[in-house]
């Protein structure tokens, strides 16, 4: 029970920290559903951990109605998570979440597919992830990352970087800028659909030429006979006034 007030201490100084327009306790206590759905998931991930898997379940469900955020009770959340608005963000049963990660509203940590055992994402410590990014399958997130709104993370994220896009690729990477210079890099499957087309247009282009330059035959050679053109001109016609006394 200790730990339980030390743990809401520490929340609530969260919120102070990264959110400038906290203005009292009173508020905090009151109006931010994410340390509520902070606070309750305490609750249910003792009850999921002693096998009180059905009470743990549903108050999990509870806490969602109330607070429109999603923390499934298996999840493993580090100290002063701070969740900022928290609309619709869901974290998966698997999913791990170390200490002063940031979640804003939206953010989706979980799976891409059926399954059994760890396939939900673990997070680092100080963590941002931005609004709408979506962070799916058993991967890591390095300390000190930073994921870009609307983003889609598929692939294991080192330390310091900063990842934007979808899907996601590093942009910074300790403090420097990662330049890409192969857009495949990107393993956007869009993108190699695209690149593909590109090819088989350039291909066809290439085929339709030879087709037309066999139908049409061989262009003739414009040849110039020096002998035929100047022979029987001379200056004085063609400058006559300059010739004139």
């Known amino acids: 029970m200790i730990g339980f007030f030390k743990s809401v201490r520490e929340d609530v100084a969260a919120v102070f920290e990264n959110d400038p327009a906290a203005r009292s306790y009173l508020e905090v206590l009151f109006c931010y559903p994410g340390l509520h759905a902070v606070w309750g998931h305490h609750i249910t991930h003792w009850l999921w951990r002693h096998d009180f898997r059905f009470l743990a379940r549903f108050g999990s469900q509870v806490s969602r109605l109330l607070t429109s955020i999603e923390i499934h009770p298996g ?19 698997t999913t791990i979440i170390g200490d002063d990660v940031t979640l804003y509203q939206g953010v989706t940590l979980g799976g891409t597919g059926k399954e059994h055992g760890k396939r939900h994402p673990t997070i680092g410590n100080r963590v941002t992830i931005g609004s709408g990014a979506k962070v799916l399958g058993n991967i890591t997130v390095g300390d000190n990352c930073r994921v870009g709104a609307g983003s889609v993370v598929l692939r294991n994220v080192p330390a310091n970087s900063t990842i934007v896009g979808v899907p996601g690729h590093i942009v910074l990477l300790n403090g420097k800028r990662v330049v890409i210079t192969d857009p495949k890099d990107i393993r956007d499957p869009l993108s190699d ?11 066809l282009r290439l085929k339709f030429q030879e087709h037309s330059h066999e139908s049409l035959g061989a262009e003739p050679e414009l040849t110039i006979d020096d002998e035929s053109i100047g022979a029987n001109i001379v200056p004085e016609e063609l400058f006559a006034e300059d010739y004139q006394i």
């Open 193 to 203: 659909v695209i690149i593909k087309l590109a090819r088989e247009v350039h291909e």
């Open 75 to 93: 999840a493993e959340i580090g100290r002063r998570l701070f969740i900022d608005h928290g609309m619709s963000v869901v974290i998966g049963e």
